[in-house]
């Protein structure tokens, strides 16, 4: 079982940064941030495979957001510019053994981290 650990989260205006982090227990292949914002269903925001780097993003972040790893460490980060108040969210980091834009693909979960950005 995989226990991750989401941090970084917290009350930012438009146009300021964040970076959240996710700590995982041990080594995963895609990792992933999902959000979810108040009455919304559960969106992707950001992908990276485990052994080559691959990146993938949804529309909205292409340009302002970058997920990168660090396997030694079992992390995953989500560097977050620009922000946006539509950014405002609850996010998720997943661990899974595809590569997918679909939360169905992973099977491990972190507690979330609140992002919330004031207009």
């Known amino acids: 079982q995989v226990q991750l650990v989401e941090s970084g989260g917290g009350l930012v205006q438009t146009g300021d940064s964040l970076r959240l982090s996710c700590a995982a227990s041990?080594?995963?292949?895609?990792m992933a941030w999902f959000r979810q914002a108040p009455g919304q269903e559960r969106e992707f925001v950001a992908v990276?495979?485990?052994?080559?780097?691959?990146?993938y993003y949804t529309d909205s972040v292409k340009g302002r957001f970058t997920i990168s790893r660090d396997n030694a460490k079992n992390t995953v980060w989500l560097q977050m510019n620009s922000l946006k108040p539509e950014d405002t969210a609850v996010y998720y980091c997943?661990?899974?053994?595809?590569?997918?834009?679909?939360?169905?693909?992973?099977?491990?979960w972190g507690q979330g981290t609140q992002v919330a950005v004031s207009s």
């Open positions: 041990e080594r995963t292949f895609a």
């Open positions: 990276i495979s485990g052994s080559v780097g691959n990146t």
């Open positions: 997943a661990a899974g053994r595809t590569y997918s834009a679909y939360s169905v693909g992973y099977h491990y």
